[in-house]
């Protein structure tokens, strides 16, 4: 079994920074794709940003150049560095990741996600 478990959400005024960590844990043998989602009140969930194996990342426009992903796979976790941070960013954040797990003798990708950490942002 394996589980993905955010940290580091919570409330901060307009302008400000929180730093967002999904660790995983169980039965892994590596993490492929990890991204950052997010779900605010009344919205369909959104992506926020990708980082691949090789550490390409990816990021929607309404965070770039404000948010920076980032990943140690030693430690197989992944993490969301919000800088700047607006109104507009409040929603639950939820860690997303391709997870190659054993499966009897060899190996297969699965998807798993996290429970997800509230971010509010106040003015």
């Known amino acids: 079994q394996v589980q993905l478990v955010e940290s580091g959400g919570g409330l901060v005024q307009a302008g400000g920074s929180l730093r967002l960590s999904c660790a995983g844990s169980g039965s892994i043998v590596g993490f492929n794709n990890m991204g950052w989602y997010r779900q605010a009140p009344g919205k369909q969930r959104e992506l926020v940003a990708l980082i691949d194996l090789s550490g390409r990342t990816n990021y929607s426009d309404s965070v770039r150049d404000r948010f920076s992903i980032s990943r140690d796979n030693a430690k197989n976790t992944v993490y969301l560095q919000m800088n700047n941070l607006k109104l507009e960013d409040t929603a639950i954040y939820y860690c997303?990741?391709?997870?190659?797990?054993?499966?009897?003798?060899?190996?297969?990708?699965?998807?798993?996600w996290g429970q997800g950490t509230q971010v509010t942002v106040s003015s």
């Open positions: 997303n990741a391709d997870v190659t797990v054993p499966s009897g003798f060899r190996t297969t990708l699965r998807n798993y």
